[in-house]
């Protein structure tokens, strides 16, 4: 059966760091693009950022850019989001998901199939 | 950017109701256009992607259209299990960017 599973959350100070992880299994890791998504308590859905297959490409959203870094160990099937200078606007269950490209991915026919439970980061003195 | 505004954001109806949904898009755009469900404390989860492709294993009961800007999410006959929250998503281009959700409650 296939899975994502994160880790890494906890609570944190404003400016400090966290490393979350997201742990996959059941299928072929190292052939999916993946992504970051977090919801902030009581709130909507917001894309962090992607990385591609081999990470050779990754992209955020502009909140996060210079601050949050995605990498991946395709042999570790695990995806990693490194959080720097948390802010209290940061606090958020963040998600790993999967983007299943369901015709040309690149011209935006792909969708999150997969996504683990979530992992709450609390940004707080 | 494209934004995306989901109309009503909150809505109650009653089990056997059809529901409809509706998601705009600041920019036209066609196919790229995803619907996912969340129940509290859960994870969401697809349920229409390319505007009207229904996931498998999502009941035939959701239906979805639409094309330039504006995309419909269709529940034909409301069960007791489809009160949750709904998200459209685009992913035609980057950033991508989900509508603020739609409350389903039950009347």
């Known amino acids: 059966e296939v899975h994502l599973v994160e880790s890494g959350g906890g609570l944190v100070q404003p400016g400090g760091s966290l490393r979350l992880a997201c742990a996959a299994s059941?299928?072929?890791?190292?052939?999916?693009?993946m992504s970051w998504v977090r919801q902030a308590p009581g709130k909507g859905l917001e894309w962090v950022g992607n990385?591609?297959?081999?990470?050779?490409?990754?992209y955020y959203v502009d909140s996060v850019k210079g601050r949050f870094t995605i990498s991946r160990d395709n042999a570790k099937n695990s995806l990693y989001l490194q959080i720097n200078s948390l802010r209290a606007e940061d606090t958020a269950v963040y998600y790993c998901?999967?983007?299943?490209?369901?015709?040309?991915?690149?011209?935006?026919?792909?969708?999150?199939?997969?996504w683990g439970r979530g992992t709450l980061v609390t940004v707080s003195s | 950017d494209i934004q995306m505004t989901q109309s009503p954001s909150s809505l109650s109806a009653s089990v056997g109701d059809r529901v409809t949904i509706t998601c705009r898009a600041s920019?036209?755009?066609?196919?790229?256009l995803n619907w996912y469900q969340q129940k509290p404390g859960k994870a969401p989860k697809v349920l229409i992607y390319?505007?009207?492709i229904l996931q498998s294993g999502v009941p035939s009961r959701f239906s979805g259209s639409g094309s330039g800007t504006d995309f419909t999410l269709t529940i034909s006959s409301l069960q007791p299990e489809d009160f949750a929250t709904y998200y459209c998503?685009?992913?035609?281009?980057?950033?991508?960017?989900f509508g603020q959700g739609t409350r389903l409650e039950i009347k």
């Open positions: 998901a999967r983007v299943f490209c369901s015709g040309n991915c690149y011209s935006g026919e792909w969708h999150f199939d997969l």
């Open positions: 998503q685009q992913s035609r281009s980057l950033p991508i960017t």
């Open positions: 990385i591609k297959q081999d990470g050779s490409a990754k």
């Open positions: 920019q036209s755009f066609s196919g790229s």
């Open positions: 390319a505007t009207s």
């Open positions: 059941g299928f072929t890791f190292s052939t999916y693009w």
